[in-house]
């Protein structure tokens, strides 16, 4: 099997698990890795003996990389992908996929144009727990689907970041409650502040609303002591709850609880093998440029909607 050459852009903490991911995985050969800062590009490469470089314009230039990761700080995240792409790479970039979603719009025609995969990092989805929830979702397991409630809250970052906890963390949630729904909401009503970082929004709690009546409820925030990830799915008749971080799954009924066995994985290396698989295969991925645009919408109005105290409608 050819192996597909990969490099990684950004190579702080997230970037790095790309690189020991492809370093790991039988389909990929990571080829070189980029940071501007050229200490940490230098350490970075040495760890996983590939070749280093503080700008992505000079590695693009190697043919051997058919691939690349997006991983550097969110604001940079359109304008290296939009090079990776210009120079022929299939991209994989991390959440949230750009600024703004005209931005993000932008990188989905060009890869369009250019016939490249273009995926974002919405990770979340490769977790088996919300696959089988998407599934019993549609087999009306649990009966009609009422609500879904995600709670995503954790300590306030030590390095506060370029975007809100809205970018940052609640767009996973965004983009899941689309994933198990198979839908697009109709509206979005949100409130959220800044209490601890001045610069951002360090809580929201938005709520979408959808076509027949169901709702989902997301609430994120960087001023909770503790870690907590938890996906809660109301059907008329039982619920399903899934703790992203166990990755333990219930499904709760009037007479009974059970607990499906899934099998635990490292998402990030599900999700770098099916972007290899899917480029040696020519199939379309799990996530595409247009579920990044869609979550980025989604954002946008919840902001918007905070600041007009209004609920925003996305009906087109
Ligand atoms: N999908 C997920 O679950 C997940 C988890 C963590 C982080 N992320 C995303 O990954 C990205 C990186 O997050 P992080 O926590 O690793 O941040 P980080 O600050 O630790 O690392 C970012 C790195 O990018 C480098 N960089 C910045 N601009 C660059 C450029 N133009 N070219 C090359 N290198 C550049 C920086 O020097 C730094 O080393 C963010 O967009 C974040 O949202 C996603």
Redesign the pocket.
């Known amino acids: 099997m050819k192996k597909i050459g990969v490099a990684v852009?950004?190579?702080?903490?997230?970037?790095k698990n790309h690189a020991r991911v492809y370093k790991e995985l039988p389909e990929t050969e990571l080829v070189a890795i980029?940071?501007?800062?050229p200490k940490?590009a230098k350490a970075v490469a040495e760890q996983f003996g590939v070749k280093a470089y503080t700008e992505?314009d000079q590695m693009l230039k190697d043919k051997d990389i058919q691939a690349a990761s997006i991983?550097?700080?969110?604001t940079?995240?359109a304008?290296?992908a939009l090079k990776a792409l210009s120079a022929g790479k299939h991209v994989l970039v991390?959440?949230?996929m750009a600024t703004n979603s005209k931005q993000a719009q932008k990188l989905y025609e060009l890869a369009q144009e250019s016939g490249l995969h273009l995926t974002v990092?919405?990770?979340t989805r490769f977790i088996p727990g919300v696959q089988f929830i998407r599934e019993a979702v549609a087999k009306k397991q649990v009966g009609d689907l009422v609500c879904a409630t995600s709670k995503r809250v954790s300590q306030w970052p030590e390095?506060i970041g370029d975007v809100g906890v809205v970018k940052?963390s609640a767009i996973?949630d965004i983009d899941v409650m689309g994933f198990i729904s198979c839908q697009d909401p109709v509206t979005v009503y949100a409130k959220m502040g800044s209490r601890r970082i001045k610069k951002f929004e360090d809580y929201a709690q938005i709520m979408l609303t959808y076509k027949n009546g169901e709702s989902a409820f997301i609430e994120a925030n960087w001023l909770t002591p503790y870690k907590t990830r938890l996906l809660t799915v109301t059907g008329s008749e039982g619920i399903m709850k899934l703790d992203y971080m166990t990755q333990e799954l219930w499904i709760e009924q009037q007479t009974q609880t059970v607990a499906p066995r899934q099998p635990i994985v490292e998402p990030l290396k599900v999700e770098l093998q099916h972007f290899a698989q899917c480029i040696t295969e020519k199939k379309k991925p799990l996530i595409t440029g247009i579920d990044g645009i869609k979550a980025l919408q989604i954002a946008e109005a919840a902001t918007k909607s905070s600041a007009e105290c209004k609920a925003i409608n996305l009906e087109k």
Not at 9 to 15: K, L
Not at 34 to 37: F, I, K, L
Request: hydrophobic share 25%.
């Open positions: 852009i950004g190579t702080g903490f997230w970037g980029c940071d501007v800062n940490r992505s991983c550097t700080w969110s940079y995240l304008q290296e991390e959440k949230p990092g919405f990770l390095r940052d996973h």
